[in-house]
């Protein structure tokens, strides 16, 4: 179950799982355990799901037989569900909404025609080994044509999980996976503007599934992340609430210690926050010398898409307040100083950085337990934490502090 958060912050557009810059961390020694977190990007067919080209050929290939008529169907049907690959481009340049919506339209179309090539094979070949793969992949299928706008999957993809869920042999596994993409696709439904709506939706089908599955333990996993979904949108009492819920109840240690850490990070909210460097570009930085400005602290790196994709955001916001006293402070998690210097030369980024040459961690990212980047604090004019997330509505936020 360790993809329950994951699936929570795909679902509520809060803090993501950090896919989407995966490759670019990992070439660089892959800074502490800081993840980059995501926005909106395209529902592929899983790779690894796929199991593409798969040998089923029961050994006959090995000794030049003539494939059975169906484990050649099968294997036709696997060289079908190769996933489209996005655009080269997107490996450098954010990709807009519309483009990643018309990939996942597609990519869903394709969903959902392997899905019936799925049935028409276990229909045809009921006894042939793969007929019960193909029927788990048909209900795979049909839930990524479902997430990427193709409704009339809706009908069919209901029927088969109320067949699965009545199988008396079906594994608890296999039933609370079942269940929990249930919920995904209830909460995916909802309005995305409405975050209250899918929070709220979201926590109350993880408290059903808990009555449903009282020893499964690790289902608290998805009271904490709903709680970060609260902090990221501006409701820190109800994130404390959950978070204390969990430290509270008799869940895995693991859990206790995430919300801990969530915890912690509200307890920082009205307090200063002790940032003292001196930066790449050789100035002496003390954020509790600050005062009578308004701070962002914005811990971020060069490889991380998301927080590339909000840098036009940071300096416009930085352009336009910084005359009426708006500072930025960049955390830089980059590993490699050239990367960086480069970055900061060709966007014209003035504001003071901290880096480390070091192979892995960074001392203020682990000292303050930043899991996910961008992660953008606001200092108040008095030098208080006073936003845990600056990324959202950030000129606006920056405003309001000012004007105090």
């Not at 395209?42 to 799901?49: F, L, N, S």
């Not at 793969?130 to 990524?144: C, F, I, P, T």
């Not at 003292?276 to 060069?302: E, P, Q, Y």
Request: net charge negative; hydrophobic share 40%.
């Amino acid at each position: 179950m360790a993809s329950l958060s994951c699936a929570v912050a795909t679902l509520l557009t809060v803090a993501g799982c950090g896919d989407a810059t995966e490759k670019q961390a990992k070439s660089e020694s892959t800074p502490t355990t800081v993840t980059a977190a995501e926005p909106a990007r395209p529902a592929t067919v899983r790779e690894d799901d796929a199991d593409l080209l798969k040998d089923v050929a029961v050994g006959a290939a090995a000794t030049n037989k003539t494939l059975l008529a169906g484990d050649q169907a099968w294997q036709e049907l696997l060289k079908s569900m190769r996933p489209p690959s996005p655009p080269a481009e997107w490996e450098t340049n954010q990709p807009s909404k519309e483009a990643i919506a018309d990939f996942n339209r597609k990519n869903g179309a394709m969903a959902l025609d392997v899905a019936l090539k799925m049935r028409t094979f276990y229909e045809k070949y009921p006894e042939h080994e793969m007929a019960s793969e193909a029927r788990d992949r048909e209900q795979y299928l049909l839930g990524v044509a479902m997430q990427t706008g193709h409704t009339n999957a809706a009908g069919r993809l209901r029927d088969l999980e109320a067949a699965r869920l009545k199988d008396p042999n079906l594994s608890q596994e296999e039933r609370l996976q079942l269940r929990v993409a249930q919920l995904q696709r209830e909460v995916s439904g909802l309005s995305d503007t409405n975050i209250s709506a899918r929070l709220n939706a979201f926590e109350k089908g993880a408290r059903s599934l808990m009555k449903e599955f009282p020893e499964r333990l690790e289902l608290g996993q998805m009271l904490t992340s709903v709680a970060e979904g609260w902090l990221e949108h501006g409701q820190p009492d109800k994130a404390r609430t959950l978070a204390k819920e969990v430290t509270d109840g008799k869940y895995p240690e693991e859990l206790k210690g995430e919300a801990n850490s969530l915890l912690k990070k509200l307890d920082r909210v009205g307090k200063p926050v002790a940032i003292k460097f001196k930066a790449l570009d050789g100035r002496d930085i003390d954020v509790a010398s600050m005062k009578g400005k308004v701070v962002l602290i914005d811990f971020w790196a060069t490889w991380c898409g998301p927080c590339m994709a909000e840098l036009p955001n940071v300096k416009a916001a930085y352009t336009k307040l910084n005359p009426k006293g708006f500072e930025i402070v960049g955390i830089s998690l980059d590993r490699d100083k050239s990367a960086l210097t480069n970055v900061l030369a060709k966007q014209n980024m003035t504001w003071p950085q901290h880096w480390e040459e070091a192979t892995q961690g960074n001392k203020f990212a682990e000292e303050f337990e930043v899991a996910s980047i961008p992660t953008m604090w606001l200092i108040d004019k008095k030098g208080n934490l006073r936003d845990l997330n600056g990324r959202e509505d950030l000129e606006e936020k920056v405003q309001k502090l000012l004007a105090e």
